[in-house]
Structure formats: structure tokens, C-alpha cells
């Protein structure tokens, strides 16, 4: 199984990234996904998740501010991010929810303040 994160970047505080992931060789449409980070010198964090019936829910932390979707059709999982915060910088990693296989390279977002 392939995870493929992109879209990351380096942007200011209070604006938005869409981050795209899109995975390859595995189940997608019946797999629950997740969206997590690892900031730098700290374990990674699950940051939102969505359910094969597109039931999501998201970490307090980035409630409000980030929406999770899924294109099936393209075995494709979303984050949109929006109001960034510097704390919001870390990679960004896409993976199955609950039982997550090997990690793919992510994608670096940073938040400058």
C-alpha cells in the first residue's frame, strides 16, 4: 500500500492549504482514513478522521478550522486547513484510521507567524 501526501507549504498564520492524499495498492472506499501530524520533537497525533460513510470527527485542536473529505472515486482523502496557527506546523501524514500500516513521506506544512 502506497500513501501519497501532498499540497503542503510554507504559508502565514490565518491563511489556508488543501492537502491531498492519495493512496495505491490497499482498500479505500470501505476504510475509514486519517489525516495526523508530527511536529518537530514530538510524537505524531491523529488530527481528523472520516469513515467509509463519511462520518468524521477532528481533534479539539483543529475544530472549526480543518474539514475532512473523501473522493472515492479516486481513492483520494482530503484536509482542507483553514485559519492556520504556527502550531499547525509539522508533517502531515495520511493513513488507514485505527490501524494505520507503514508511514508515506507526508507533507511539510509551515505556519509563520
Known amino acids: 500500500v502506497q500513501l501519497q501526501a501532498s499540497g503542503g507549504g510554507l504559508v502565514q498564520a490565518g491563511e489556508s492549504l488543501r492537502l491531498s492524499c492519495v493512496v495505491s495498492?490497499?482498500?479505500?472506499?470501505?476504510?475509514?482514513m486519517g489525516w495526523y501530524r508530527q511536529a518537530p520533537g514530538k510524537q505524531r497525533e491523529w488530527v481528523a478522521f472520516?469513515?467509509?460513510?463519511?462520518?468524521?470527527d477532528y481533534r479539539d485542536f483543529v475544530k472549526g478550522r480543518f474539514t475532512i473529505s473523501r473522493d472515492n472515486a479516486k481513492n483520494t482523502v482530503y484536509l482542507q486547513m483553514n485559519s492556520l496557527k504556527p502550531e499547525d506546523t509539522a508533517v502531515y501524514y495520511c493513513?488507514?484510521?485505527?490501524?494505520?500500516?507503514?508511514w508515506g513521506q507526508g507533507t511539510l506544512v509551515t505556519v509563520s507567524s
Open positions: 493513513n488507514y484510521f485505527q490501524t494505520p500500516l507503514s
Open positions: 495498492g490497499g482498500s479505500f472506499s470501505t476504510a475509514a
Open positions: 472520516i469513515t467509509s460513510s463519511r462520518t468524521s
